[in-house]
């Protein structure tokens, strides 16, 4: 768990210095913490692509579990 830490910090400083990252997980509360833009694939499409906020809210959903 520390080494996930670590790494989710790192990733969250390059992205605040400027680097766009492409970050895939099925660990929804990861992606709701890490990404400002979420794209959710249905065999290989994407079906949505949206910041979170314009998601969850279009959806009336609280997170990323309640959007699939």
């Known amino acids: 768990m520390q080494s996930r830490n670590a790494i989710i910090s790192f990733l969250k400083d390059i992205n ?14 990861e992606a709701e913490d890490l990404c400002n833009s979420v794209a959710l ?10 910041s979170l906020a314009n998601l969850l ?3 009336k959903q609280d997170g990323l579990e309640g959007l699939f």
């Open 41 to 50: 694939f249905d065999q290989g499409s994407i079906i949505v692509r949206d």
């Open 57 to 59: 809210e279009a959806h």
């Open 16 to 29: 605040k210095a400027g680097t766009t990252l492409v970050y895939t997980s099925h660990q929804l509360n």
